[in-house]
């Protein structure tokens, strides 16, 4: 392999994670919004692992 390959490897390497950190979303994530607490705190001496 060629130097000027390994450096073409590179540069496709490096580009492809630029475009995937600064391209858009692509996050299947429902549109839930805001979603409220409809449980009670738990008031006891020890936390329940």
């Keep these: 392999m ?3 390959q ?3 490897k590179a540069v496709v390497y490096i580009s492809e ?3 995937r950190i ?3 979303s ?3 994530y ?3 919004g805001v979603n409220p ?5 738990y008031h ?3 936390w329940a692992d």
Excluded: R, Y
């Design 22 to 24: 600064f391209g858009p």
């Design 30 to 32: 429902p549109m839930t």
């Design 17 to 19: 994670a630029i475009s």
């Design 6 to 8: 390994s450096i073409e």
């Design 2 to 4: 060629s130097i000027f």
């Design 26 to 28: 692509d996050d299947m």
């Design 37 to 41: 607490f409809e449980g009670d705190p």
């Design 44 to 46: 006891g001496p020890n």
